[in-house]
């Protein structure tokens, strides 16, 4: 009889729902691409995308604002669900307390991959 219970048991975890994963999107200055970038691998990102950009404010406006850098980068991280909400206000308490370190972040549902090891190692599962 355990023996049963020990095999339905494991059945049971192989049956487990898949980690949900999300696309983060970072847009910050990009003098901080770096920093952002390094910082968001302690959420056990296990890729990035980061390119440049620019921001679509004229220079009156930025010099209006005081802002004097309208160059940006984007960085697209594949992060779990479940790291996600501690990213995020992470990355908020980073953009109010870093000098020139403002930005913006935002989160999209990912729907899909193509190949378990592929998904394997974008939600961080070890095989």
Excluded: W
């Excluded at 048991?9 to 691409?33: D, G, S, Y």
């Excluded at 404010?57 to 960085?75: H, R």
């Excluded at 991280?77 to 790291?83: A, F, G, K, R």
Aim: proline share 2%.
């Amino acid at each position: 009889m355990a023996r049963k219970s020990q095999t339905a048991a494991a059945k049971e975890q192989e049956h487990v729902a898949p980690k949900k994963l999300l696309l983060l999107f970072t847009v910050v200055n990009r003098k901080k691409a770096e920093f952002y970038a390094d910082f968001l691998q302690s959420f056990e990102v296990n890729m990035q995308l980061t390119f440049a950009a620019s921001g679509t404010a004229s220079s009156e406006t930025l010099e209006l604002l005081g802002l004097s850098d309208n160059q940006k980068s984007v960085i697209i991280s594949v992060i779990n669900e479940e790291n996600a909400h501690a990213a995020l206000n992470a990355l908020e308490e980073k953009f109010n307390t870093i000098k020139n370190g403002k930005g913006i972040a935002y989160t999209v549902p990912m729907s899909g991959t193509i190949g378990a090891r592929i998904y394997q190692f974008l939600a961080n599962i070890p095989r």
